[in-house]
């Protein structure tokens, strides 16, 4: 566990034996979940700090017909829903669920603001995780306003591109983001061959390279 919690961003800057004493200084457990398994539901208050060890999870919107919009995923050992477990809102703003069989570290509340008073590398940690977070719902605000999967494509690429390359390099599926950008798989891979015919895009199988800057930039309608 601690070898992994070493790669935490939580505990960035700290060796395994400092990790190890710090989390022994307060409660917390391990708990196991299956497949499929969602671990809290939108709205629900968020009451403990989960530390993703093993396994994927999402968070997932959905809306009052039933129609889902995968928000992220998250893989260990990143830390579960870290904006929203202090001030007044404190509240799971998506649904949580489980991709794959896993374990999550947990603390609650109090004993998690304990272990952060601990050690304020822990404290500084914890704070630039909050900001990153509202950072990245920041940029997924802008990308829900664009309308068309060309508009969605297009911002996708500029905001993963390699500085100082034309490439970007793929970790997920098509299929990923499709449910991402919440459309159907057909009709993003239709929405590529389109920018491939157009010579702004080549599709590879783990990277995509950048032929025409400035025509992607012009599908937004703006430089970026």
Known sequence: MFDILKLSPLFSG??????????????????TF???????????????????LEGKLQGEMVDFSGNSLKIEEI???????AAFLYGPQSFFPVNLSAL???????????DFTQLLSN????????LNIVSG???????????????TIREKIAYYLLNHLKP???????????????????VAR???ARTISELEDEKIIRWERNQVVILDLQLLRSILGRQL
Request: no cysteine.
């Open 14 to 31: 700290l060796d395994t034996l400092e990790i190890n004493l710090l989390i022994n200084k307060v409660f917390h457990q391990i708990r």
């Open 34 to 52: 299956s497949n499929q398994e969602v671990l809290a539901f939108s709205g629900e208050k968020v009451e403990r700090a989960m530390i993703l």
């Open 75 to 81: 893989e260990p050992p990143q830390m579960v829903a």
């Open 100 to 110: 794959s069989d896993g374990k999550v570290l947990i603390f609650l509340k109090n």
């Open 119 to 126: 050690d304020l590398r822990l404290l500084n940690n914890y």
């Open 133 to 147: 977070k509202a950072q990245f719902l920041s940029r997924k605000i802008t990308f829900l306003s664009f309308k």
């Open 164 to 182: 100082g390359t034309m490439l970007v390099f793929l970790n997920q599926s098509q299929k990923s983001l499709a449910e991402m950008f919440g």
């Open 186 to 188: 057909p009709s993003i």
